[in-house]
């Protein structure tokens, strides 16, 4: 079985629109129905988890009977942290699916994900029995910036530059053997390195010594974190209506 983990828990205070950003209103739809609506449609996916702010878990059952989303199958609350979400995410299911079953992790204001990035995660994750996670090339110029605060802080600079055919930018969703990420995350806990690491599972995986596999990704696989990602959403999905009209006309 393959079960989509949509991650909805977040507050996305960048975009400054008052509510979480994956309940932004995009032409009348909210970012996360958009997101449901590219599992629920994929035909290798059996069912979905939505790991929910508190306040929004009633909408979530709104939302599967307003838009048919007939794998939507659970719906569990979110945690304070990215890390406690996904843990969350994961002990939900430990009485629904089984250790070889794939399991994928998805932000929930990642609503420009494609059919090709979910079933190649699958694919890649299968194949090496453990896990896989969307992965592009890293293609402009870089260099590492002199402190961590924003390149818009006018005290930042570089003068170190990074081999950008060293970098991979990973991305979600990432999938997993749900054996191996419910044994990783209880095994973090027990050794205390969870509490270590920047609260991500890629970091918690590298802190642990694991192997992240690549699979194929698109730079257009936007994560909606600044208010003027969702304008350019809101083309993305203008123009899919308009090539499905066309379409429709030449038939």
């Given at each position: 079985?393959?079960?989509?983990?949509?991650?909805?828990?977040?507050?996305?205070?960048?975009?400054?629109?008052?509510?979480?950003?994956?309940?932004?209103?995009?032409?009348?739809?909210?970012?996360?129905?958009?997101?449901?609506?590219?599992?629920?449609?994929?035909?290798?996916?059996?069912?979905?988890?939505?790991?929910?702010?508190?306040?929004?878990?009633?909408?979530?059952?709104?939302?599967?009977?307003?838009?048919?989303?007939?794998?939507?199958?659970?719906?569990?609350?979110?945690?304070?942290?990215?890390?406690?979400?996904?843990?969350?995410?994961?002990?939900?299911?430990?009485?629904?699916?089984?250790?070889?079953?794939?399991?994928?992790?998805?932000?929930?204001?990642?609503?420009?994900?494609?059919?090709?990035?979910?079933?190649?995660?699958?694919?890649?994750?299968?194949?090496?029995?453990?896990?896989?996670?969307?992965?592009?090339?890293?293609?402009?110029?870089?260099?590492?910036?002199?402190?961590?605060?924003?390149?818009?802080?006018?005290?930042?600079?570089?003068?170190?530059?990074?081999?950008?055919?060293?970098?991979?930018?990973?991305?979600?969703?990432?999938?997993?053997?749900?054996?191996?990420?419910?044994?990783l995350y209880k095994k973090a806990i027990l050794t205390?390195?969870?509490?270590?690491?920047?609260?991500?599972?890629?970091?918690?995986?590298?802190?642990?010594?694991?192997?992240?596999?690549?699979?194929?990704?698109?730079?257009?696989?936007?994560?909606?974190?600044?208010?003027?990602?969702l304008e350019l959403f809101e083309g993305y999905v203008?123009?899919?209506?308009?090539?499905?009209?066309?379409?429709?006309?030449?038939?």
């Amino acid at each position: 079985m393959n079960v989509a983990v949509i991650l909805a828990g977040g507050v996305g205070s960048r975009v400054g629109a008052g509510i979480p950003k994956q309940f932004i209103e995009v032409l009348g739809k909210p970012v996360i129905a958009y997101t449901i609506d590219a599992f629920n449609s994929h035909p290798v996916i059996n069912a979905i988890l939505i790991v929910c702010v508190k306040p929004y878990i009633d909408y979530i059952w709104e939302l599967k009977e307003k838009y048919g989303f007939g794998k939507l199958a659970w719906v569990t609350e979110g945690g304070s942290t990215f890390q406690e979400s996904m843990i969350n995410g994961v002990n939900s299911l430990s009485d629904k699916v089984k250790k070889d079953d794939t399991v994928l992790f998805h932000f929930a204001a990642s609503p420009f994900v494609t059919s090709e990035i979910i079933a190649d995660v699958i694919r890649v994750c299968k194949e090496k029995g453990t896990n896989a996670i969307s992965a592009t090339d890293y293609l402009l110029l870089s260099g590492r910036k002199k402190n961590n605060s924003s390149v818009s802080d006018p005290d930042n600079y570089t003068d170190e530059y990074i081999d950008r055919d060293t970098i991979a930018v990973m991305n979600s969703p990432h999938a997993f053997q749900y054996g191996y990420i419910s044994d990783l995350y209880k095994k973090a806990i027990l050794t205390g390195v969870i509490h270590t690491v920047e609260p991500h599972t890629t970091t918690l995986m590298y802190a642990m010594g694991e192997k992240i596999y690549f699979s194929y990704g698109s730079q257009n696989n936007i994560k909606i974190t600044r208010k003027e990602y969702l304008e350019l959403f809101e083309g993305y999905v203008l123009m899919k209506q308009r090539h499905a009209e066309s379409h429709k006309k030449s038939e």
